[in-house]
């Protein structure tokens, strides 16, 4: 497709509208990559699949497609048999949501009604209800894996938990001590290097048997872990290591389990890209009061009241082209201002929309060659 004709009729100025009224990245990347075809087939394909998605949208409303993201990454580490991290779990849930989503969106048709272009794609997807439950189950947030992924993490909680108020318990009790409080900068907990420790003043370190972790900028404050606790924060460590022990063993296990079903996620975020973009074009058309165009093959011309996209709606004015039928050749005149351009133009952006599978802003039943 020659460039400079598309850029001269505006074509990428449709497109970049079109991309708007996609949901996900991956939509707006088919629709920036959406050229007009030649092939009367696929024209007519997509022609129908922009009717039919807009006959659903005036029946049943938007569909949504958020959740869905980019899962390549992901589905190539997962080829490798690596494991993924909380994140990207979550962004299969994600997908995985949309296709229920989908499937409820696409089983809303009327039973009685003929089958659309649509049904095949919907009806392709797969439902992987399994895999979501599991990730939900395990994964709150992209930094936060819940106590019920497992059993032995709910453990490890629970006693990280108890140590913890041990050790607060103690370190609260020096702190609030009389006796110590003039020895102490502050009556505070603090930590330090991942330990807990109490601010101590400089001339009374002595005073405090432990280790010292920090010390404030002046050098007047130590930050000291009384030995009272260093079994506790020991405890406490090995406890963090056992967790994110776990926390690795939980993310490999549900990765194992998404591995089994990467052509299915891979055939899943297809359909939903595909689906994103036939509905933007539907969207589109809505938007602009677009019609489908009837296609001729004997060179024949028919708009009726045609309205070019870019241009204010309430302010364009409509026109009507015939060409190819009583006469092949139209010429068009009129003084400057007056037109021409944006009449030839309209003719031009509409047959590159129209073999782009997009709606014309038209009436019905306008013919374009």
Same mark, same amino acid.
């Given at each position: 497709?020659?460039?400079?004709?598309?850029?001269?009729?505006?074509?990428?100025?449709?497109?970049? /509208?079109?991309?708007?009224?996609?949901?996900?990245?991956?939509?707006?990347?088919?629709?920036?990559?959406?050229?007009?075809?030649?092939?009367?087939?696929?024209?007519?394909?997509?022609?129908?699949?922009?009717?039919?998605?807009?006959?659903?949208?005036?029946?049943? %409303?938007?569909?949504?497609?958020?959740?869905?993201?980019?899962?390549?990454?992901?589905?190539?580490?997962?080829?490798?048999?690596?494991?993924?991290?909380?994140?990207?779990?979550?962004?299969?849930?994600?997908?995985?949501?949309?296709?229920?989503?989908?499937?409820?969106?696409?089983?809303?048709?009327?039973?009685?009604?003929?089958?659309?272009?649509?049904?095949?794609?919907?009806?392709?997807?797969?439902?992987?209800?399994?895999?979501?439950?599991?990730?939900?189950?395990?994964?709150?947030?992209?930094?936060?894996?819940?106590?019920?992924?497992?059993?032995?993490?709910?453990?490890?909680?629970?006693?990280?938990?108890?140590?913890?108020?041990?050790?607060?318990?103690? *370190?609260?009790?020096?702190?609030?001590?009389?006796?110590?409080?003039?020895?102490?900068?502050?009556?505070?907990?603090?930590?330090?290097?991942?330990?807990?420790?109490? +601010?101590?003043?400089?001339?009374?370190?002595?005073?405090?048997?432990?280790?010292?972790?920090?010390?404030?900028?002046?050098?007047?404050?130590?930050?000291?872990? +009384?030995?009272?606790?260093?079994?506790?924060?020991?405890?406490?460590?090995?406890?963090?290591? $056992?967790?994110?022990?776990?926390?690795?063993?939980?993310?490999?296990?549900?990765?194992?389990?998404?591995?089994?079903?990467?052509?299915?996620?891979?055939?899943? $975020?297809?359909?939903?890209?595909?689906?994103?973009?036939?509905?933007?074009?539907?969207?589109?058309?809505?938007?602009?009061? %677009?019609?489908?165009?009837?296609?001729?093959?004997?060179?024949?011309?028919?708009?009726?009241?045609? /309205?070019? +996209?870019?241009?204010?709606?309430?302010?364009?004015?409509?026109?009507?082209?015939?060409?190819?039928?009583?006469?092949?050749?139209?010429?068009?005149?009129?003084?400057?201002?007056?037109?021409?351009?944006?009449?030839?133009?309209?003719?031009?952006?509409?047959? *590159?929309?129209?073999?782009?599978?997009?709606?014309? +802003?038209?009436?019905?039943?306008?013919?374009?060659?």
């Amino acid at each position: 497709m020659n460039q400079k004709v598309l850029n001269t009729l505006e074509y990428d100025k449709v497109i970049e /509208r079109l991309k708007a009224y996609a949901t996900t990245e991956l939509g707006k990347a088919a629709c920036e990559k959406l050229e007009p075809m030649t092939d009367e087939p696929e024209i007519s394909l997509a022609q129908e699949q922009t009717q039919d998605a807009l006959t659903r949208l005036y029946k049943q %409303g938007s569909i949504s497609f958020f959740g869905v993201q980019d899962l390549g990454a992901s589905l190539k580490r997962l080829k490798m048999k690596g494991t993924l991290s909380a994140g990207e779990l979550l962004e299969i849930a994600g997908l995985l949501e949309a296709v229920k989503n989908a499937l409820a969106y696409g089983a809303q048709r009327d039973d009685m009604a003929d089958a659309d272009s649509l049904d095949s794609v919907f009806e392709s997807l797969v439902p992987m209800d399994g895999l979501l439950k599991d990730i939900r189950h395990c994964i709150i947030s992209p930094e936060e894996i819940s106590d019920d992924a497992s059993s032995a993490l709910k453990d490890i909680r629970r006693n990280m938990k108890l140590t913890n108020q041990k050790i607060h318990s103690q *370190l609260t009790a020096m702190v609030s001590s009389s006796s110590n409080k003039d020895m102490l900068q502050d009556a505070l907990v603090t930590m330090r290097n991942g330990r807990y420790c109490i +601010p101590v003043k400089q001339e009374y370190r002595g005073q405090f048997k432990g280790m010292i972790h920090d010390q404030s900028s002046s050098g007047s404050t130590l930050f000291i872990e +009384p030995m009272a606790v260093v079994t506790l924060n020991n405890q406490l460590k090995e406890l963090e290591g $056992q967790e994110q022990t776990e926390i690795e063993r939980i993310l490999a296990l549900l990765s194992e389990q998404a591995s089994y079903d990467m052509d299915s996620l891979a055939q899943n $975020q297809k359909l939903l890209v595909q689906l994103d973009f036939i509905f933007a074009k539907a969207k589109y058309a809505k938007d602009y009061n %677009g019609s489908k165009p009837i296609f001729r093959e004997d060179g024949v011309i028919n708009i009726k009241q045609g /309205r070019h +996209p870019l241009l204010d709606p309430k302010k364009v004015v409509p026109i009507n082209v015939s060409l190819g039928d009583a006469f092949s050749m139209l010429v068009i005149t009129g003084p400057n201002t007056g037109g021409k351009t944006v009449s030839l133009k309209t003719v031009g952006l509409f047959t *590159l929309m129209g073999q782009a599978g997009l709606h014309i +802003p038209a009436l019905d039943r306008s013919e374009l060659a």
